[in-house]
């Protein structure tokens, strides 16, 4: 059984920054792509961010371009969402998501795991 547990959401004001980590049980990171995506009140969940099995090539929506790191950790099976420069428009439950495709996964119908959440506030 795969799980991810999402940490490191909190308050923060805007320009700050936060990292949030999704370490993952019951299999070896090393086999997935993971993804981030997002869910604001009275929206839909969106694609932030997703890294592919490897490390090597990364994607991510243009409006956190230049302001989000997503990596992996495969010695540690954790991946990480690096936010600075944070905005306002940026709170939402952020979620993890593991992928067993091969190529680069930006869909939420091709993640086959995902976290409970954490909420990312950022005061204006």
């Known amino acids: 059984q795969v799980q991810l547990v999402e940490s490191g959401g909190g308050l923060v004001q805007a320009g700050g920054s936060l990292r949030l980590s999704c370490p993952v049980s019951?299999?070896?990171?090393?086999?997935?792509?993971m993804g981030w995506f997002r869910q604001a009140p009275g929206k839909e969940r969106e694609f932030v961010a997703a890294v592919n099995w490897s490390g090597t090539t990364t994607s991510y929506v243009d409006f956190v371009k230049g302001r989000f790191t997503i990596t992996k950790d495969n010695a540690n099976n954790t991946a990480y969402l690096q936010m600075n420069s944070l905005k306002f428009e940026d709170t939402a439950v952020y979620y993890c998501?593991?992928?067993?495709?091969?190529?680069?996964?930006?869909?939420?119908?091709?993640?086959?795991?995902w976290g409970q959440g954490t909420q990312v506030t950022v005061s204006s």
């Open positions: 019951g299999r070896p990171i090393s086999r997935y792509a």
């Open positions: 998501a593991a992928s067993l495709l091969f190529r680069l996964p930006t869909l939420a119908r091709e993640y086959d795991y």
